[in-house]
């Protein structure tokens, strides 16, 4: 009977280890555990979520994709991802009309490779719910320009081309300590025009965000949320994408995602404390969508 008992005690802790066991973790930004429903009702309260996630990440997908699901039962959506860039708005617009089909849209815009696992279920429900999707990033093409010559390059360019970037001059502080870390990890490879072609980034994908709500009738701006999908690393520490929201719409309430990867998720590392609102936690083995 001892031994039997010793056994069912075994069990039952290998059993409620087993049930404790969880693939993501979301904490605020002091490292306390939230639910689900305490993050959604906080980013509800803001006009704009910046959703930092990892790129090869299927818990990030699947949040965003729930999160965009939920937050539309109560308020108009307009979605935003880096993924689509600028001069790719006339296709995504065709698709959304369904003037062309996917096989028209791969072909006629520069999808990424995990687009039809990870970002066309976000541009299938914009579709079917009738909302927009903007293509916020700049063209790489400029970006990699800025890399090359620096900002100053950007102004030669024709006035149809500066369509597709932030305005002219684009505000910049290498001193951000985002900015700061590229350069310490990049090392001898690292430069100041290499920080400006990050930034010229962050500041079109804020300028997308910003001039997207500023064209809503009024009537409807305070029913309004806007989600962007982008990689973490442009909104963390609310830096990047959030910075230059702020030089653009001082004011303008914003909540932010980051995801972050730990061994033992069952506490957020120091490191990961503040990094934005809400930290998605996710056990270092979740499977990669690439």
């Not at 949040?63 to 993924?83: C, H, Q, R």
């Not at 090359?148 to 001193?175: C, R, V, Y």
């Amino acid at each position: 009977m001892k031994n039997l008992l010793a056994a069912l005690l075994i069990f039952c802790a290998s059993f409620s280890f087993a049930q404790n066991k969880s693939g993501y973790v979301i904490y605020n930004a002091k490292g306390k555990k939230v639910s689900y429903k305490k993050m959604l009702k906080t980013l509800s309260k803001n006009e704009i979520t910046l959703f930092g996630e990892y790129h090869d990440n299927p818990i990030s997908h699947w949040l965003e994709l729930e999160v965009t699901k939920d937050l539309s039962k109560n308020y108009d959506l307009i979605l935003g991802a880096e993924m689509i860039e600028r001069d790719n708005q006339d296709a995504l617009n065709l698709y959304l009309k369904d003037s062309i089909n996917q096989k028209g849209f791969d072909t006629t815009a520069r999808l990424w490779n995990n687009h039809k696992t990870d970002y066309k279920p976000l541009v299938d429900f914009a579709k079917d719910s009738g909302y927009q999707f903007i293509a916020t990033n700049i063209p790489r093409r400029y970006a990699s320009l800025v890399y090359k010559k620096d900002f100053t390059a950007l102004d030669t360019l024709p006035d149809e081309e500066k369509a597709w970037i932030a305005p002219l001059p684009i505000p910049f502080d290498i001193n951000l300590p985002r900015y700061q870390a590229i350069l310490k990890m990049m090392g001898d490879h690292g430069s100041p025009k290499l920080i400006k072609a990050q930034a010229v980034k962050d500041a079109t994908m804020a300028h997308s965000i910003i001039n997207a709500l500023n064209t809503q009738l009024c009537d409807i701006c305070d029913n309004t949320r806007f989600i962007h999908y982008n990689g973490s690393f442009h909104s963390d520490y609310y830096e990047g994408i959030y910075w230059y929201l702020e030089q653009y719409r001082p004011g303008t309430r914003v909540a932010t995602i980051a995801t972050v990867t730990q061994e033992d998720n069952s506490s957020l590392d120091e490191e990961s404390k503040g990094r934005a609102d809400f930290i998605i936690c996710v056990d270092e083995d979740m499977t990669r969508t690439y």
